[in-house]
């Protein structure tokens, strides 16, 4: 396999075991310089679509919001992730892992999601410096 062919399977799997898809619409909030852009990019590779931002007034399917402690509210910045959001879609709420600069506690997180409306599904290690917490609305919420 060549080097080029490797990259791209790793580039896929980032966000293959995220549980993109082809064809899905991502909206990307809390852009930053810090933020992981290999997973970008595979997310981008496997739905075949760019990422849009918050000025985007379609409906979405996943939000991916990268989130620091000092960004401000988390509930808030829940609450303005949902906004776009299509019935049945999902947030991933992407923090810096421990012992790294704007780690958000998991306790933060496991009390702002309930508080907007959220439930958490699944935590996973997304990128080498980031950590990722799947979270739905319950079903049943119009």
Request: hydrophobic share 40%; aromatic share 4%; proline share 4%.
């Amino acid at each position: 396999m060549s080097a080029t062919a490797g990259q791209a399977q790793t580039e896929r799997g980032l966000a293959e075991r995220l549980g993109f898809k082809a064809g899905q619409v991502v909206q990307e909030l809390g852009w930053d310089e810090d933020v992981a852009e290999e997973l970008r990019v595979s997310i981008e590779t496997v739905t075949g679509n760019e990422l849009v931002d918050e000025d985007y007034d379609e409906v979405v399917d996943v939000v991916l919001l990268w989130w620091r402690e000092d960004d401000g509210d988390l509930v808030d910045g829940l609450v303005d992730a949902l906004t776009s959001l299509a019935g049945g879609g999902h947030i991933w709420l992407l923090t810096p892992k421990a012992g790294r600069e704007g780690h958000v506690e998991p306790s933060d997180i496991g009390e702002a999601a309930p508080t907007a409306g959220l439930s958490q599904t699944s935590s996973v290690s997304a990128a080498p410096e980031w950590s990722g917490t799947r979270l739905v609305a319950p079903k049943g919420r119009k």
